[in-house]
Structure formats: structure tokens, C-alpha cells
Nanobody, 117 residues
Framework: QLQASGGGLVQPGGSLRLSCAASRSIFRINAMSWYRQAPGKQRELVAGITSGGSTNYADSVKGRFTISKENAKSTGYLQMNSLKPEDTAVYYC?????????????WGQGTQVTVSS
């Protein structure tokens, strides 16, 4: 029910914006989080946003990444600035997707971010 996009190859210091969209416009995204998993490492929480808009970040990305969501488009974002090689990973979104009275926790398919010169 979620489609992640926006990954790619970027040089150190560059920026990318990841998007996570509900598969149907009638769906609504409540709380949402972004996770990442680098090769040989466990998946880790990068950032989260509540239904009310409160945000939290991993220490490693504070001041560089910004999580947001646009309710009218049923889409969430992760703006990533000042990217470092250690940010290289597959990034996944996770969100509570609301359809009528049904709330389903869903994962996006993952999008690769590679930071390299």
C-alpha cells in the first residue's frame, strides 16, 4: 500500500528527497517512519513523524535529514542533505495507512541510496 521512490547515486555533500506515497489517493497516512539497512547491518530507524506532526531523528542524521508528510497527497517525504558515504543504504518507509475505519501498518518496497564520489 506504500510506494517509495527518490533514491539514487549522489556525491558526498549532496541531497536527495525520498517520497513514500499511499497506493491509492483515498488512503491516508497517519504516523510514518523511515528506516534504512546497509549491507551486513541491521535495519535502523532514521526518522519518524506522528499523526500530529511531531518528529524524531536518529542522532546520526539530526540537522541533516527532515521528515515531513503532506496529508492532501497521502505522501510522506525524507529530505536528506549533506549526505555522507555512511548514509548509503536501502531506505524503507513504514506507515499507518488509513482507509475508512481500517488502519494497516505497511512497508514500502525500499529505495537504494548510494553516496559516493
Amino acid at each position: 500500500q506504500l510506494q517509495a521512490s527518490g533514491g539514487g547515486l549522489v556525491q558526498p555533500g549532496g541531497s536527495l528527497r525520498l517520497s513514500c506515497a499511499a497506493s491509492r489517493s483515498i488512503f491516508r497516512i497517519n504516523a510514518m517512519s523511515w528506516y534504512r539497512q546497509a549491507p551486513g547491518k541491521q535495519r535502523e530507524l532514521v526518522a519518524g513523524i506522528t499523526s500530529g506532526g511531531s518528529t524524531n531523528y536518529a542522532d546520526s542524521v539530526k540537522g541533516r535529514f527532515t521528515i515531513s508528510k503532506e496529508n492532501a497527497k497521502s505522501t510522506g517525504y525524507l529530505q536528506m542533505n549533506s549526505l555522507k558515504p555512511e548514509d548509503t543504504a536501502v531506505y524503507y518507509c513504514n506507515a499507518d495507512v488509513v482507509s475508512g475505519s481500517l488502519v494497516t501498518n505497511s512497508w514500502g518496497q525500499g529505495t537504494q541510496v548510494t553516496v559516493s564520489s
